[in-house]
C-alpha cells in the first residue's frame, strides 16, 4: 500500500508543469527560427511542422553543458520510439546558429537526430513564460568555449496538431524531463487511436 501511494505521488508530482510556465489546453506561441539538423542550417517553423504530427518542444540552458548534453543525448537515443508516436522534436536554447550547427552533429549528444534552433535574443522562451537569465560572466562550456549567451530554463512542452498544449514538463533533471516527455506522447498517441 505505501509503495501504491508512494508510486501515485511520484507520477503526479512529475507531470506537474513548471511554475511559470504555459499551462496544457493553452495555444503554443508560433514561432520561426534558424535551426540545424546534421550540423546542416535550415529555417524551422513550428506551424509546418505541425503538419505532420505532435512537436515536442523542448527547450534547455545551453549546448555543450552538463545536464543539456544528457538531454539531447536521450532525446537522440530515444527518437524512433518518439517517431513511432508520430512526433518530431526540437530544441531551442539561446545558443547561436554556428554553435548549434556542431552540438546538432555532434554524434555524442544531438547525433544527427535532434534539431535544435536558435533563440539567440530569448523572445521564443519568454513567449512560453520560461524564465531567461542573463548570461554568467567567465562561464565555460564542457569543451572549454566561453559561453557568452542567455539561458532559458529547462523545460519541455508536447504540443498537439491542433495547436495546443498537451503537456508541459519542467523541474527534472535532463534524463528524467525526456522520459516524461516520451511518456506524455506515447498518451497522446494511445488517446488518438482510440479515438
Known amino acids: ?26 495555444p503554443a506561441p508560433d514561432f520561426q527560427t534558424q535551426a540545424s539538423l546534421a550540423g546542416k542550417a535550415f529555417t524551422y517553423s513550428l506551424k509546418d511542422a505541425l503538419r505532420k ?9 545551453s ?3 552538463g545536464g543539456c548534453n544528457i538531454q ?8 524512433d520510439k518518439f517517431a513511432a508516436a508520430g512526433a518530431t522534436i526540437i530544441g531551442v536554447s539561446l545558443d547561436s546558429i554556428d554553435r548549434l550547427k556542431d552540438f546538432s552533429a555532434e554524434p555524442d ?14 523572445k521564443i522562451a519568454k513567449s512560453y513564460d520560461l524564465t531567461v537569465k542573463e548570461p554568467a560572466p567567465g562561464k565555460k562550456d564542457t569543451r572549454g568555449v566561453e559561453i557568452n549567451h542567455g539561458f532559458a530554463e529547462r523545460t519541455t512542452f508536447i ?8 503537456a508541459a514538463v519542467g523541474g527534472l533533471k535532463a534524463k528524467e ?19
Open 72 to 79: 539531447a543525448h536521450t532525446f537522440a537515443v530515444n527518437h
Open 109 to 122: 549528444y544531438c547525433a544527427g537526430k535532434v534539431a535544435v534552433a536558435s533563440d539567440v535574443d530569448g
Open 53 to 61: 504530427g505532435p512537436v515536442v518542444v523542448y527547450f534547455y540552458p
Open 1 to 26: 500500500m505505501k509503495r501504491f501511494l508512494l508510486t501515485c505521488l511520484l507520477s503526479s508530482a512529475i507531470m506537474l508543469p513548471a511554475a511559470a510556465t504555459l499551462p496544457e489546453g493553452h
Open 159 to 166: 504540443v498537439k496538431p491542433d495547436g495546443n498544449i498537451f
Open 177 to 195: 524531463n525526456v522520459d516524461q516527455a516520451l511518456a506524455a506522447v506515447q498518451r497522446l498517441a494511445a488517446g488518438q487511436s482510440s479515438k
Open 63 to 65: 549546448a555543450y553543458t
